[in-house]
């Protein structure tokens, strides 16, 4: 069976982890909730329930923003946002994989992004394989 479809707005959820830098010794790997919204790069032709469609590299915006433990700061400042890395192997939106629910996301981790979050909620009734 096949997967709910992801639009505009559909939820992208994960954990980063994020270097925090304490007043005083070595940067600390914290994990940090990753919850944010499809917003962008989504398709301009296609509309699933009436909402633009979510494909592999459609970007996703975590808001509000990571905020460090205090008194820490981070060591490189979040990007806060998910870049949609895989999606449908047998549909196509504008030549590019349809991205549906647990579907992988890149998103923003210390030193260097990493796939840790997925594709949370999609269309309540398009399912794609």
């Known amino acids: ?12 959820t994960g954990t980063d982890t994020h270097l925090c830098v304490p007043p005083s010794g070595p940067p600390v790997p914290t994990p940090l909730p990753f919850v944010s919204l499809l917003q962008q790069a989504l398709s301009g032709d296609v509309f699933i329930n009436g909402l633009p469609a979510a494909t592999q590299d459609s970007i996703s915006k975590h808001t509000p923003p ?5 008194p820490m700061t981070f060591s490189k400042p979040p ?5 949609v890395l895989v999606g449908s192997q047998t549909v196509l939106v504008n030549n590019k994989p349809l991205a549906r629910v ?5 998103t923003c981790n210390d030193p260097v992004d990493a796939p840790v979050g997925t594709i949370a909620s999609g269309s309540p009734n398009v399912l794609v394989g």
């Open 1 to 12: 069976m096949g997967q709910p479809a992801a639009r505009q707005n559909d939820q992208v």
């Open 66 to 70: 990571h905020i460090p433990p205090p």
């Open 79 to 83: 990007t806060n946002q998910g870049k």
């Open 102 to 106: 647990g579907d992988a996301v890149m």
